[in-house]
Each structure stands twice: as C-alpha cells, then as structure tokens.
Nanobody, 124 residues
C-alpha cells in the first residue's frame, strides 16, 4: 500500500502562484510514477501532469504547459506541482496519484493510489 497526502492548496488571485506537495509513504513509493489529476465542479476528472520514478520523463497537459511544472524529491518521497500564472479555470480539487506500472499514462485508471485531494481556487 502507498499513502498519499497532498498539501498546499488554497485561494489565490488570477496570475498568482501555488505549489502543491504530495508526500508518499508505504511500499517503495520512490520507484513509482507519480502525478496530478484535477476535477472541477460539474466536470470530469482530467490529467494534469505525471513524472516517472527517476524524474527523467514528465508529461504535462497542454492546457497548463508553460505554467505548471512537476518535480519530485525521492529522498523526501514527495512530488510537487508548481503552478504559476493561475487562471480561474484552474479552480479544481487536485489529486495526487501514484502507480508502479503507469509509466507516463494520462489515464486515471492507470493509477492505483490516490490522495484525498486539495482544493485550489483561483479568483478573477
């Protein structure tokens, strides 16, 4: 089992920045692909970004490319999502995900482990 705990969400004005963190614990989580999905009210859950276990490959949704950056620190078993130039349409609950076999999958069904989510609200 892998446990994921997100932090760093909150309320920010458009154009501002937030950094989300996800601390993983449990079975060899440092060898897992990790990432972020989000779900806005009334919308389907969507992929945001993923990063392979060694950090060499990242995948970013085109809607946030150039504004969001994903990174990880395996010594701390933590993955980060740096969000800059935030827009009201970025408002959503952000979920941390992890899986041993997901590689760079953008499909939610590829991820066995999910955090509880953290709310990000961007005001206009």
């Amino acid at each position: 089992q892998v446990q994921l705990v997100e932090s760093g969400g909150g309320l920010v004005q458009a154009g501002g920045s937030l950094r989300l963190s996800c601390a993983a614990s449990g079975r060899t989580s440092s060898t897992y692909t990790m990432g972020w999905f989000r779900q806005a009210p009334g919308k389907e859950r969507e992929f945001v970004a993923t990063i392979t276990w060694n950090g060499r490959r990242t995948t970013i949704n085109n809607s946030v490319k150039g504004r969001f950056t994903i990174s990880r620190d395996n010594a701390k078993n933590t993955v980060y999502l740096q969000m800059n130039s935030l827009k009201p349409e970025d408002t959503a609950v952000y979920y941390c995900v992890a899986d041993q076999w997901a590689t760079t999958s953008i499909e939610s069904r590829s991820y066995a482990y999910w955090g509880q989510g953290t709310q990000v609200t961007v005001s206009s």
